[in-house]
Structures are given as structure tokens and as C-alpha cells.
């Protein structure tokens, strides 16, 4: 069992930048896979970005390609996702999963945390 708690979230400007942090508690951290989802008021959630568990693999979602960048520290059991050039389109509760498997996918995650705000202002 893997537990997440996010962090990082808050206001910022169009064009600025943030870095969100996901820690993980609980045994083979270094074993999951990691991704990032996000929700929109009204909308459903989507993938944002996932990372293998060793860091050799990142997939991200077309709407955010050249802006963020997913990373990991195995060390510490923290996942992180900086985030560049935000856009108010942007504005979402962001969400770290975990899955024990070797793939870093868009879907299928068992393990979520239980999100921070992210909120770019025009």
C-alpha cells in the first residue's frame, strides 16, 4: 500500500511557474510508477503526466508538452511536478497516483492522493 499527500498548489499569474511535490509513505515506493492527473471545475480528470519507477521513462499529456516536467527522487519518496508558462486553462485540482507496474501510462492508477489547488489568474 502506498499513501500520497500533495503540495505545492496555490495562486499564480499567467506565464509563471510551480512545482508541486508528492510524498509517499509505505513500503517499494521506488517500485510504483507515478503520474499526475488534473480536474477542472465540471470537467472530468485527465492525465497531466506519469513517470517509471526509475525515472527512465516520462509520457505527457499534449497540453502540457514543453511546459511541465515530471520527475522523481526515490530517495526521499517524492514525485514532483514543475510546472512553466502556466495558462489559466491550467487552473485544476492536481492529483499524484501510484501503480505497481513497470509502464508509465495515462490510466489504470490504484493509489491517489487527495489533490491541491492550482489556480492561474489572467
Known amino acids: 500500500q502506498v499513501q500520497l499527500v500533495e503540495s505545492g498548489g496555490g495562486l499564480v499569474q499567467a506565464g509563471g511557474s510551480l512545482r508541486l511535490s508528492c510524498a509517499a509513505s509505505?513500503?517499494?515506493?521506488?517500485?510504483?510508477?507515478m503520474a499526475w492527473f488534473r480536474q477542472a471545475p465540471g470537467k472530468e480528470r485527465k492525465f497531466v503526466a506519469s513517470?517509471?519507477?526509475?525515472?527512465?521513462?516520462?509520457y505527457y499529456a499534449d497540453s502540457v508538452k514543453g511546459r511541465f516536467t515530471i520527475s522523481r527522487d526515490n530517495a526521499k519518496n517524492t514525485v514532483y511536478l514543475q510546472m512553466n508558462s502556466l495558462k489559466p486553462e491550467d487552473t485544476a485540482v492536481y492529483y499524484c497516483?501510484?501503480?505497481?507496474?513497470?509502464?508509465?501510462?495515462?490510466?489504470?492508477?490504484?493509489?491517489w492522493g487527495q489533490g491541491t489547488q492550482v489556480t492561474v489568474s489572467s
Open positions: 497516483a501510484a501503480e505497481n507496474t513497470a509502464k508509465a501510462t495515462n490510466s489504470g492508477y490504484g493509489y
Open positions: 509505505g513500503r517499494s515506493f521506488s517500485a510504483y510508477s
Open positions: 513517470i517509471t519507477w526509475n525515472g527512465g521513462s516520462t
